[in-house]
């Protein structure tokens, strides 16, 4: 009986032992990770009366996280920004690469009538076919960039 369990275990040890070279490739990429990608939207934020440049208006770049009880999706920030004198802003999110990436962008007056007061705004921006640039062959797909110019309505005093 010992002799059945030294050969079994002598035929068992030598079979483990074959899989395991066998299955060792040579210049084979050791890679563990999830594709992500960077996505950048750019604009710059008018008034929509007078087409000036607007600035200290916030940009909060926001995603859907998951869909919640009463089926609207939540929304998480990812970036936020202020617009320059310029009106100009741009927000980043580093996130998973998939094929269609959706993001929200809230525009929000913050300086009150210091810079005259404008009507809050969100807008969703879709990037469908991102094309990516710069990416490094391996997880990284790179980045994909959107340019949105938005005109903000001024808000009429009671």
Same mark, same amino acid.
């Given at each position: ?19 395991? !070279?066998? =299955? ?25 009366? =007078? ?12 995603e859907d996280s998951h869909w919640g009880l009463d089926g ?34 809230? !525009? ?18 879709? !990037? ?31």
């Amino acid at each position: 009986m010992k002799h059945i369990f030294k050969l079994s275990n002598a035929i068992i040890a030598g079979l483990l032992a074959l899989l395991g !070279f066998a =299955s060792c490739v040579e210049n084979a990429p050791n890679e563990y990770g999830t594709p992500s990608a960077k996505y950048r939207i750019n604009g710059r934020v008018t008034a929509a009366e =007078s087409n000036q440049p607007v600035r200290e208006i916030k940009v909060v770049m926001r995603e859907d996280s998951h869909w919640g009880l009463d089926g609207e999706p939540l929304w998480y920030s990812l970036d936020s920004a202020w617009t320059d004198a310029s009106g100009n802003y741009h927000v980043v999110a580093n996130t998973i690469s998939i094929d269609e990436a959706a993001f929200q962008l809230e !525009f929000s007056d913050t300086d009150g009538d210091a810079n005259g007061a404008y009507r809050d705004t969100t807008v969703t921006v879709v !990037f469908t076919d991102p094309v990516f640039t710069g990416g490094d062959g391996h997880w990284y797909k790179g980045e994909a960039t959107q340019e949105l110019d938005i005109a903000l309505t001024e808000l009429t005093p009671n």
